[in-house]
């Protein structure tokens, strides 16, 4: 009889806990109970999170089963529809380049103080000694403007701290409603897809930039004119692919000097210069 009587109390607690408990407080445990993980050499890299409607945060823990949590792999958590914020646990080290991709409505990103790796600054998520920039939440920040006809459209302006020397591949990829960036003068290389598909009206790159990766401003068709400075020693294939509307580029450095990737230049559908219009101008020639 005792036993039934203990039994019979433990669901009756348990049930009050799962009422008194708000629904994002569900969410998050119907969240952390289906990620999933890798096991390999005394570690648990996140694997994946499932794309459901119940999961709108994600808490990555320091550890999994008794196993520290290290890495966030690739794919782990792309193109999820639902996922608002993501908290990362201290012991996270490694994030993939693809970790989160096309995940469009993250707002925010929030790591533990005490991880040693990585951090975030104002949601957005960088490397610890804060040189790398690793991902912008694309859904960050957004503010409804209107265009020259009176249109209501969606618009972020944001700002990138000194003393940062990479912006990662994929860091800014699909952010759609990226309308203005400031670029620091410290920054030094562009990867891969960076800023692909943003909506950038202009672009100013920073004397000290050495590097521009592939598809790093792809399908940024409003920048109408670009100015690549003298630092830059290698702009790889199809970095401005399909950016129809650029007409100029100058390009204030000898083309000698310069590592250009096939089509590097600003393309139509990467198949052909916009028009006869473009021209691109070498200053130091």
């Known amino acids: 009889m005792k036993r039934i009587i203990t039994v019979l109390l433990l669901v009756t607690a348990l049930c009050f806990c799962l ?6 407080d569900l969410q998050l ?11 390999t050499d005394g570690e648990a890299p996140l694997k994946s999170v499932p794309n459901k409607s119940t999961i709108t945060e994600i808490q990555i823990p320091d550890e999994y089963e008794g196993l520290p949590v290290t890495k966030i792999d690739k794919f782990a958590a792309v193109n999820l529809e639902y996922v608002t914020k993501v908290t990362i646990g201290k012991n996270v080290r490694e994030v993939s380049d693809w970790a989160f991709g096309n995940s469009k409505k993250i707002t925010a990103f929030e ?9 975030d600054v104002d949601g957005v998520l960088y490397t610890k000694d804060m040189k790398t920039l690793l991902f912008y939440p694309p859904a960050r920040a957004v503010e409804v403007k209107k265009d020259a ?19 990662r591949s994929k860091a800014f990829y699909k952010c759609t409603d990226l309308t203005e960036i400031t670029l620091p003068s410290t920054l030094r290389s562009i990867e891969e897809k960076a800023f692909f598909r943003c909506s950038l009206t202009s672009l100013t790159l920073p004397y000290g930039l050495e590097f521009i990766g592939k598809d790093a401003f792809a399908f940024n068709a409003a920048v109408e004119s670009l100015t690549i400075p003298a630092s830059v020693k290698q702009i790889d294939e199809y970095a401005f692919y399909s950016c129809t509307s650029m007409l100029e580029v100058k390009m204030q450095g000898k ?11 600003p393309t139509k559908n990467g198949d052909e210069l916009k028009n006869p219009e473009l021209t691109i101008s070498w200053q130091a020639n």
């Open 19 to 24: 009422v008194s408990c708000g629904s994002s």
């Open 29 to 39: 445990l119907a969240g952390n109970t289906s990620l999933k993980y890798d096991f």
């Open 111 to 119: 790591v533990a103080d005490e991880n040693p790796y990585i951090c």
């Open 149 to 167: 006809d009176g249109n209501e459209v969606k618009a972020i302006s944001y700002k990138i701290p000194e003393g940062v020397e990479l912006i």
């Open 255 to 265: 083309q000698d000097d310069m590592v250009l990737g096939k089509k590097w230049y």
